[in-house]
């Protein structure tokens, strides 16, 4: 079991820059793939970034591409999302997400999830 505690969500302008993290309890995290999904109000949940339990492999939605950065601690047990050059539609609430595989998680399979973080950007 795994459970995971987001935080960094807040109001900033556009073009500005927030990093969210992601705390994860249990002894399997260096194990897991992390990733970041979105949700914006009246939209479907997107996926943003996922990344691999080594920190090897990372993956990103087309709308941040270039802009967002996941990584991972894996002696903190933390993943991050460093968040640059930000966006009025990037307004969302941010949920971390993890699974045993990165394949699933991408695909928005993954089996943990966190309570979200509000992330809003003013234009």
């Known amino acids: 079991q795994v459970q995971l505690v987001e935080s960094g969500g807040g109001l900033v302008q556009a073009g500005g820059s927030l990093r969210l993290s992601c705390a994860a309890s249990?002894?399997?995290?260096?194990?897991?793939?992390m990733g970041w999904f979105r949700q914006a109000p009246g939209k479907e949940r997107e996926f943003v970034a996922g990344?691999?339990?080594?920190?090897?492999?990372?993956y990103y939605g087309d709308s941040v591409k270039g802009r967002f950065t996941i990584s991972r601690d894996n002696a903190k047990n933390t993943a991050y999302l460093q968040m640059n050059s930000l966006k009025p539609e990037d307004t969302a609430v941010y949920y971390c997400?993890?699974?045993?595989?990165?394949?699933?998680?991408?695909?928005?399979?993954?089996?943990?999830w966190g309570q979200g973080t509000q992330v809003t950007v003013s234009s």
């Open positions: 249990g002894r399997t995290f260096s194990t897991i793939a």
């Open positions: 997400n993890a699974d045993r595989s990165l394949y699933d998680l991408v695909g928005g399979k993954g089996n943990y």
């Open positions: 990344i691999s339990w080594s920190g090897g492999s990372t």
